[in-house]
């Protein structure tokens, strides 16, 4: 069962929603609905063990994650890029750009709860 929202924005989150769903081709609907699903889904990194932020702090794409992602970027340069292909790369990049904002703020708090060393 799915239950209808509706929300006010703040001016720069609907800048954001707008441009993602440009630069992907969806709807906004579907791109905030993706966005509070994986907020849902990603437990606050304060509220982690020291052994999961640790972990986070070095987390990386997946071998073929990576392999992937270089393919479809060295297709794109050349313009070898089919649709779905566009729409791979871009979840991609997502999941990518995803996973160094989590990295950050791991490190954060791993320097914080002096685990890791502050970067100089």
């Not at 929603?17 to 699903?37: C, D, G, K, N, Y």
């Not at 479809?72 to 649709?83: I, V, Y």
């Amino acid at each position: 069962m799915a239950e209808q929202v509706t929300i006010t924005l703040p001016d720069f989150l609907a800048q954001q929603v707008r441009e993602v769903a440009t630069l992907t081709q969806r709807p906004l609907e579907e791109v905030l609905l993706e966005w509070l699903t994986r907020g849902s889904a990603e437990p606050e990194i304060s509220s982690l063990t020291d052994d999961q932020v640790l972990a986070l702090c070095d987390s990386e794409l997946s071998s073929q994650e990576q392999t992937q992602l270089s393919d479809l970027l060295g297709r794109q340069r050349e313009n070898q890029l089919h649709e779905d292909e566009m729409q791979q790369l871009n979840q991609l990049l997502q999941r990518y750009r995803r996973g160094l904002v989590r990295k950050a703020e791991a490190w954060k708090v791993a320097v914080e709860r002096d685990l890791r060393p502050a970067l100089r």
